[in-house]
C-alpha cells in the first residue's frame, strides 16, 4: 500500500497581500518583518514568491513529482499581522476566501488553516467560526507574536476560548522578533530561520504554558513547527526550574509544563530533516505528537520526503507521522474516504 503523505506547513500568499508588503517596503518603517519581505521581493527570491502565489497546477505538479498528496496550506508569515485591525481582518477574509476557493478545485489534494488578525480579537472570533464553519478550514494559523504581544495576553483569550470551542488546531508559525527584541540577533542575521525564529516562537511557546493557559483552556490545540520550536531538548531542565520556582511562586496546578507539552502542544518536523533530532522527539513526546512537513517553498520537498521514507521506525508510527496525526488533528478526511 502507497504511503500517504500530507504537508502540514506550506506556505502560501496572495496578490494583495505580496502588494501591501511590497508598499510596506518602500515606506521607510524598520520593522524586521518589513525588511525580510523588502529583501525577498527586491528580486534574489523571485523563484520563492512565484511558488507562494501558486496555488493551483503548478503547485500540485511539484508536489506530485515528489509523492504529496495533500498540503496543509497557511498564509505565509508574517500573514496579516503588522497591518491596521480593519486592514489585517479584511485582508484575512480575502485570504481566506482565496484558500477555500483552491480547496473547493482540488478538495483532495489541499486543506487549509484560516488567517486571522489578533489584533482584532473580536474580528478573529467572528473569521475563526465562519473558516471552521462555512469554510470548513482546518484550524488557524497565528503567526506568533502581535505587535509585540504574545496569545497570553488577557486581549487574546476571546481566541483562545474559541479555539477550543471550535477543536480549531492553532499552528503557531515563527515571525521576525519584535523590534525591541531583534538588535543582538540582527548583527550576524540571526533574527531568522537560522536561530531567531525559534527563539522567538519558543518563547511564545514557554509563555502559554507558564501563564496557565493551558488550565484556563485545558482543550487547546496548539502546533509547533521545526520538531517544536526546541521545547522537546529542554523539557528536563524546563520541569526542574520549575520546581525551584514553585518554592516561591505559588502555582495552581500540580501538572508540570513539560504534562503540558504532551497534553496540549503536536510538533511537525517542517524544516528539521534530521534523523537523529526526530527520534530523539520521538522518544520525549511519542509519535502521535509528531507531523510531518516540508515548510514549502522555503525548503526542499524531495528532501523532506526521502529522510522520513529512510528512516527504520515501525510502519504504524511512519504511518501516522507522515498522514493519520495529520487526518486526527486537523480532520482531514482518510485517503480511503475520499471518492
Known amino acids: 500500500m502507497t504511503q500517504r503523505r500530507i504537508a502540514t506547513e506550506e506556505a502560501f500568499a496572495t496578490p494583495e497581500q505580496i502588494a501591501a508588503y511590497r508598499l510596506l517596503g518602500e515606506s521607510g518603517w524598520h520593522d524586521p518583518d518589513v525588511l525580510f519581505w523588502k529583501a525577498v521581493l527586491g528580486g534574489a527570491f523571485q523563484d520563492i514568491v512565484t511558488n507562494l502565489l501558486d496555488i493551483g497546477e503548478g503547485r500540485i505538479a511539484a508536489m506530485d513529482r515528489h509523492g504529496i498528496d495533500v498540503q496543509l496550506l497557511s498564509l505565509t508569515s508574517p500573514g496579516v499581522q503588522i497591518f491596521s485591525p480593519e486592514r489585517g481582518s479584511d485582508l484575512a477574509r480575502a485570504s481566506n476566501d482565496l484558500l477555500a476557493e483552491a480547496i473547493a478545485r482540488h478538495p483532495t489534494r489541499f486543506a487549509g488553516l484560516a488567517t486571522i488578525a489578533p489584533q482584532d480579537a473580536a474580528g478573529a472570533v467572528r473569521e475563526m467560526e465562519r473558516a471552521m464553519g462555512a469554510l470548513s478550514l482546518n484550524g488557524v494559523v497565528i503567526n506568533s507574536h502581535t505587535n509585540g504581544q504574545y496569545l497570553d495576553d488577557p486581549a487574546f483569550w476571546p481566541i483562545l476560548e474559541a479555539a477550543e470551542a ?58 509547533l513547527g521545526h520538531l517544536g520550536e526546541g521545547l522537546p531538548w529542554w523539557l528536563y531542565r524546563i520541569d526542574y526550574m520549575y520546581g525551584l520556582q514553585s518554592r516561591r511562586i505559588p502555582r495552581g496546578s500540580n501538572l508540570l509544563p513539560s504534562d503540558y507539552v504532551r497534553r496540549n502542544i503536536w510538533i511537525t518536523t517542517s524544516g528539521m530533516n534530521d534523523e537523529a533530532a526526530v527520534r530523539f522527539c520521538l522518544s520525549k513526546l511519542g509519535p502521535e505528537r509528531v507531523l510531518w512537513a516540508v515548510d514549502y517553498p522555503y525548503q526542499e520537498a524531495g528532501e523532506a520526503v526521502s529522510f522520513l521514507d529512510a528512516m527504520d521506525m515501525p510502519p504504524e508510527d511512519k504511518a501516522a507521522i507522515f ?14 474516504s475520499i471518492a
Open 323 to 336: 498522514a493519520g496525526n495529520a487526518e486526527r488533528l486537523f480532520n482531514i478526511p482518510p485517503k480511503e
Open 166 to 223: 471550535l477543536d480549531a488546531p492553532i499552528y503557531i508559525h515563527p515571525r521576525s522578533l519584535p523590534a525591541l527584541s531583534a538588535a543582538p540577533y540582527d548583527t550576524h542575521n540571526l533574527n531568522g530561520g537560522i536561530w531567531g525564529y525559534a527563539a522567538e516562537t519558543g518563547l511564545h511557546a514557554m509563555r502559554l504554558i507558564m501563564s496557565g493557559i493551558f488550565a484556563r483552556f485545558p482543550g487547546l490545540k496548539i502546533v
